[in-house]
């Protein structure tokens, strides 16, 4: 790795299906509506900082706001998150959604990360052209998976580079949203602190529609908190800090890729 820290934001841009989780119908124009919602709100905020953040995109609402797709500021990395949220095929969604988003955006499609950061055969991936993948979270997640015995830094295998979504040394604490959204700031800052002295990047991942307009679903507090705003200034305060400290570099996932390249030579 590089001699400077790396602080990779990314996002999840999905339709927002979370309330078909809890038992709540949502039609798939809505989910696209609160997910542009929110979208609209996160990018406003990290562009206004000048902060690349690298967008994980499914095809389905790539298809949906294609123009949105288009004015994506050429500082930030467009990369795949399959072609839809809540159902995948290995053997086309892959390919179908890094097509797709290459034809929109006029960009090469490099990096993918499955939903719910799922695993996904690496052969796969490489098979369908992308160069890097980072769908590990080295944690345990209750019912989801567990992941406590893999790395907690960029790693390259099966002829792609992992780059895990990072948790603190130690206990692994995972510092994904769900730890942004209920941990005081304080404590969130100190584990990344540690994280990003110990591993030399931080890999952190939000999903727009916590930024949208929740009310009317029935969600766990936990999942819903800082919906009406306080969310995006918490962010912002966050993103702010580290600017000021100078605690990294912000930089796409990418960019980050190419030091990691640029060292194993």
Same mark, same amino acid.
């Given at each position: 790795?590089?001699?400077?820290?790396?602080?990779?934001?990314?996002?999840?841009?999905?339709?927002?299906?979370?309330?078909?989780?809890?038992?709540?119908?949502?039609?798939?124009?809505?989910?696209?509506?609160?997910?542009?919602?929110?979208?609209?709100?996160?990018?406003?905020?990290?562009?206004?900082?000048?902060?690349?953040?690298?967008?994980?995109?499914?095809?389905?609402?790539?298809?949906?706001?294609?123009?949105?797709?288009?004015?994506?500021?050429?500082?930030?990395? &467009?990369?795949?998150? =399959? %072609?839809?949220?809540?159902? /995948?095929?290995?053997?086309?969604?892959?390919?179908? #959604?890094?097509?797709? @988003?290459?034809?929109?955006?006029?960009?090469?499609?490099?990096?993918?990360?499955?939903?719910?950061?799922?695993?996904?055969?690496?052969?796969?991936?490489?098979?369908?052209?992308?160069?890097?993948?980072?769908?590990?979270?080295?944690?345990?997640?209750?019912?989801?998976?567990?992941?406590?015995?893999?790395?907690?830094?960029?790693?390259?295998?099966?002829?792609?580079?992992?780059?895990?979504?990072?948790?603190?040394?130690?206990?692994?604490?995972?510092?994904?949203?769900?730890?942004?959204?209920?941990?005081?700031?304080?404590?969130?800052?100190?584990?990344?602190?540690?994280? &990003?002295?110990?591993? =030399? %990047?931080?890999?952190?991942? /939000?999903?727009?529609?916590?930024?949208?307009?929740? #009310?009317?679903?029935? @969600?766990?507090?936990?999942?819903?908190?800082?919906?009406?705003?306080?969310?995006?200034?918490?962010?912002?305060?966050?993103?702010?800090?580290?600017?000021?400290?100078?605690?990294?570099?912000?930089?796409?996932?990418?960019?980050?890729?190419?030091?990691?390249?640029?060292?194993?030579?």
């Amino acid at each position: 790795m590089g001699s400077t820290n790396a602080i990779l934001i990314t996002i999840d841009v999905e339709e927002c299906d979370i309330p078909l989780e809890y038992g709540f119908p949502i039609s798939l124009e809505e989910q696209l509506r609160v997910s542009k919602q929110g979208l609209d709100r996160f990018m406003s905020l990290v562009d206004s900082l000048e902060i690349p953040v690298t967008i994980f995109c499914t095809g389905v609402f790539a298809q949906n706001n294609s123009e949105w797709i288009k004015s994506i500021h050429p500082r930030h990395e &467009l990369a795949s998150h =399959g %072609f839809y949220h809540g159902k /995948f095929d290995a053997k086309t969604d892959l390919l179908a #959604s890094k097509h797709l @988003l290459e034809d929109l955006s006029g960009r090469e499609i490099h990096g993918f990360r499955m939903a719910r950061m799922q695993h996904v055969e690496e052969g796969e991936i490489l098979k369908a052209g992308y160069s890097y993948h980072s769908s590990l979270n080295p944690t345990w997640i209750p019912r989801r998976y567990d992941h406590r015995d893999k790395p907690m830094t960029p790693f390259y295998e099966h002829g792609l580079w992992n780059i895990p979504a990072s948790v603190s040394p130690g206990f692994r604490i995972p510092l994904f949203w769900l730890a942004f959204k209920n941990f005081p700031l304080f404590f969130y800052r100190y584990l990344s602190a540690r994280a &990003l002295r110990k591993n =030399g %990047f931080l890999n952190l991942y /939000f999903h727009p529609w916590e930024f949208g307009d929740l #009310s009317e679903y029935p @969600l766990p507090s936990y999942v819903k908190r800082g919906y009406h705003g306080t969310l995006l200034v918490k962010l912002k305060g966050l993103l702010l800090g580290w600017k000021r400290e100078k605690k990294g570099e912000f930089m796409t996932m990418q960019s980050f890729v190419n030091t990691l390249l640029d060292g194993s030579r």
